[in-house]
Structure formats: structure tokens, C-alpha cells
């Protein structure tokens, strides 16, 4: 924050910052402008409008999943305001050949731009996305970036405030042989405690404590937290889940899932 | 000023790259030199609207059913360029290098802008695509996320069809210095880095 004079004498504190940020999505505005939306650690989800942000010059920068550095400023808190963005490093650059990877950066982006609430500080989520951002980077034919990217959703879920519970059973106790997720609760289910409701719970993936599942990993994962995001983080809104989100799954199951 | 006056500069200051003040110049300009281009203006601009019309095959405007490209049998007919929209169609018809058929999607794939596969013209394409003639679908859409992601869509579905499905290379562009260019394109001409000679 810093203090500007006004004309009549008295001084006035105008909201501005500057922080590196992460480019979530792009809406174009009027001919030449767009708003960019940006996650930060301490603002948070922000969006802000970006003078020339439809240029050819300034479109590369503006891709969702950019790595940037952002200043904003606004005469009043509760304005848009205006951002400025100066590329840091391009993410999408790196995925554009790898459709997989590629829908990932786009359900990341998408997630985040669809869940979170506007400008409240997300210090852990914001090192977890660059962190994600690391990793889906890295080119690796087993793909195995899907499970952070899973742990990643668990994590959004978590800073949302539906924290799953898949440590121990929910009806024993026990902390081993655990093997599904109640679709209701969220807590995990040991082996031999389901019953009858067996069929109805959801897989609890290997990688995430839980004994083998008839499904690969990555696709049970992607249904474990693809039902809570689109339960109760998207449907406590009567949203639907992104359509990027969507693609991932189907991608997954295409790969992974016969 | 007449109320029709202002009606026309309020609809031209909606064309791209005119405001409001260079609407108000350019409807002067069109007023001052009436007879000269006002009127012929006027007649073009109608019997454009009234004649030109996507093409049934490939989506470029035209002012038959089927455009002046695809009747051209001179042309390769075993090659689609895929483009998003039918500015792109014009920029590579206007270097002269490609002597095939086009495709326009439309558009990309946008959930931002609830532009989803139903939108885009790519059931037309795959059953463009399923002609025996055809051998390659050359994918020139934006190197941006939306772009590529709807490459990826295309690929995915033309790929149980016998057609070579490849892409424009992304990198340094004709007369750019390495110096000026971004990471993100360094990165992709890197990747896609040929043998020389």
C-alpha cells in the first residue's frame, strides 16, 4: 500500500502490489484490453485489467498457467484496477506437444479460477501450484506428475475446508489396509468394513495409502477427488465441474482406464 | 447532428480499430466524398452481404455454395490445413506456399468462452477427413493452450483414419533475433530444432 496526494490536499491510501503470480485465465475486454485473473500468495485469486492485453505482443504472456510477475493498483480497493504482467517463465510453452500434460496446466488453471474466493491470501496453495508447476514440466512417458497433480486436488479440496480423511477407517479406526473412500463423508474405509456398501464406495489409489484397487491408480485418483470438487466445492454453488477438469479425466480413463 | 448521421457513426465505431472519433472522421470523409465513395461503398457493401457465403465443404466465404478453393482441381486435394477462422485462411492463401484444401474450425476450444466441440465445425472435418483421397491434416491453429488443445481434440479424433495428422512448427520467426524472443518460443524451437542441410 502506499500514499498518494489527491488534488483538494488531503491524502488518500491507494490499494497497489506487486508479487509473483501465476496467470489463470484470460477474458478479452472491449478491442484492445483483457481481464487477466492471477493467483498470488497474499492477494490471492485477482483479476485486473490489462491495458493492450489483446496485442500479439502481450498474448503470449496472458496464456493460462504463465509464470509472471504482476503490479496492480486501483484508486479504490473494491476497483478492478489495473495489472501490468511481465513474463517469467512460460509453462504452456513447455506442455503445447503433450496433450496429457497440456489438459493438466488447463485443469489446474481452471480449478483454481473456478473455486477459489477473490483476494484472500493462499500462501500453501500458491507454493503447491508452482510446485505442480515444477513437476508437470518435467517430461516423463509414465506420467507420474498425475499423482501430484491428484495430491494437488486433494490439497484444493483441503484449503477449500473439506479436508479428507484418509488416514484411518472410519468405522474401525485402524490406520492399515485401507482401501476405499466414503463418496459421503470423505474418510477412508478399511478392507474388510464396507460390506455391502462395497460397491458403492470410492477406490482409495495405492499412492495415497490404500491397498491395490481393481483400477489404475491415476484414474481412481482422478475419481476420488473429482467427486468431491464437483460435490462439494462446485456444487455447494450449483456450479458444474470445468470442462478442462472434465477432459483430464476422460483423457486418463482413455489411458489408463481399460 | 442528424440523427441518421449518428446512427452511422454509432454502427461504424462498432468495426474494429474505429472509436467513436474516428467513426465521426471517417463517416465526414464518407459524407464529403459522397458520389466518389459513399455510394459505390454503400452498393459494394450490400451486394457482399447479400452474395457472400460460408462454404459448405470448408467454411471459407465465398459467393457460391461451394468456394472458388474447393472447385479448384488444380489444388491437392489429399492435403486439409486446418485454421481456426477464415482470417488465417486468407494469411496463408496470401504467402502462396500451400496448394491444398482448408478446413475453418470456427474457432478453438474455449471453456471461458463456452466454446466447446458441438461449436466447431470438427464433424465435418473428420468426415472431410474420412475421404479415401486424403492423406495429411496439417493442424495450423495459435500456440496457445486453447489452440493446441483443440490440435490435441482433432487428433484424438481423426486417429483411427488413415491420415498423417501434423502441425505447424512453433519457434523463431523469419528475421527475429534470439535476443528479443520469449522464453516460451525459445523453448519450443529448441524442442523442435531440425538437422541442417
Not at chain 1, 505442480?132 to 514440466?137: A, G, Q, T, V, Y
Not at chain 1, 466414503?182 to 495415497?208: D, I, K, N, T, Y
Not at chain 2, 474494429?16 to 466524398?33: D, I, K, M, T
Not at chain 2, 473428420?126 to 496439417?138: D, L, N
Request: include cysteine; proline fraction near 4%.
Amino acid at each position: 500500500m502506499t500514499r498518494r496526494a489527491i488534488r483538494c490536499g488531503t491524502w488518500i491510501t491507494m490499494p497497489e502490489w506487486q508479487a509473483d503470480a501465476l496467470v489463470l485465465s484470460t477474458r478479452p475486454h472491449g478491442e484492445g484490453s483483457a481481464v487477466v485473473t492471477v493467483l498470488t500468495a497474499e492477494a490471492g485469486r485477482h483479476a485486473g485489467l490489462v491495458r493492450g492485453g489483446s496485442s500479439s505482443r502481450m498474448r503470449g504472456v496472458l496464456q493460462p498457467g504463465n509464470r509472471v510477475r504482476a503490479s496492480w493498483r486501483a484508486r479504490l480497493p473494491e476497483q478492478l484496477g489495473q495489472m501490468q504482467l511481465e513474463l517469467v517463465q512460460s509453462i504452456p510453452a513447455l506442455l503445447l506437444d503433450d496433450a496429457l500434460r497440456l489438459a493438466g496446466l488447463s485443469s489446474i488453471c481452471a480449478l483454481l479460477d473456478g473455486s477459489l474466493p477473490e483476494r484472500e491470501a493462499q500462501p500453501e496453495l500458491f507454493v503447491g501450484t508452482n510446485a505442480l508447476f515444477d513437476l508437470i514440466s518435467i517430461e516423463d512417458s509414465s506420467n507420474r506428475w498425475l499423482e501430484g497433480y491428484i495430491r494437488w486436488e486433494l490439497g484444493l479440496l483441503d484449503a477449500a475446508g473439506f479436508q479428507l480423511d484418509l488416514l484411518r477407517c472410519a468405522a474401525s479406526g485402524a490406520t492399515d489396509r485401507l482401501a476405499y473412500v466414503s463418496p459421503r463423508s470423505g474418510s477412508a474405509v478399511a478392507e474388510g468394513q464396507a460390506g455391502e456398501f462395497a460397491s458403492r464406495m470410492l477406490a482409495l489409489p495405492a499412492f495415497l495409502g490404500g491397498v491395490a484397487c481393481n483400477r489404475h491408480d491415476y484414474d481412481a485418483g482422478l475419481s476420488l477427488t473429482g467427486h468431491f470438487l464437483a460435490r462439494r466445492l462446485f456444487g455447494a454453488h450449483n456450479q458444474d465441474i470445468p470442462a478442462q477438469r472434465r477432459r483430464l479425466a476422460d483423457m486418463v480413463t482413455g489411458i489408463y482406464g481399460g | 447532428m442528424d440523427n441518421a448521421v449518428e446512427d452511422l457513426i454509432k454502427k461504424m465505431a462498432r468495426i474494429p480499430g474505429l472509436g467513436p472519433r474516428s467513426a465521426r472522421r471517417a463517416a465526414l470523409f464518407l459524407l464529403q466524398n459522397r458520389e466518389r465513395l459513399m455510394v459505390p461503398l454503400a452498393r459494394e457493401m450490400n451486394d457482399v452481404a447479400t452474395r457472400i457465403r460460408a462454404c459448405a465443404d470448408c467454411g471459407n466465404l465465398d459467393t457460391g455454395d461451394v468456394c472458388k478453393i474447393c472447385i479448384d482441381t488444380r489444388r491437392d486435394r489429399s492435403i486439409i490445413c486446418v485454421v481456426e477462422d477464415v482470417g488465417s485462411l486468407w494469411a496463408i492463401e496470401r504467402a502462396a506456399v500451400f496448394r491444398g484444401l482448408y478446413h475453418v474450425l470456427g474457432g478453438t476450444l474455449s471453456a471461458i468462452d463456452g466454446r466447446g466441440p458441438n461449436e466447431l465445425h470438427i464433424d465435418r472435418l473428420v468426415k472431410r477427413t474420412g475421404h479415401p483421397e486424403m492423406a495429411e491434416v496439417i493442424l495450423a491453429l495459435s500456440a496457445t493452450v486453447d489452440g493446441q488443445t483443440t490440435a490435441h481434440y482433432i487428433q484424438e479424433r481423426v486417429a483411427g483414419l488413415p491420415v498423417e495428422v501434423t502441425r505447424l512448427a512453433h519457434g523463431v520467426p523469419v528475421g527475429g533475433e534470439l535476443d528479443y524472443l520469449d522464453d516460451g518460443t525459445l523453448a519450443q524451437a529448441l524442442k523442435a530444432r531440425g538437422k541442417l542441410g
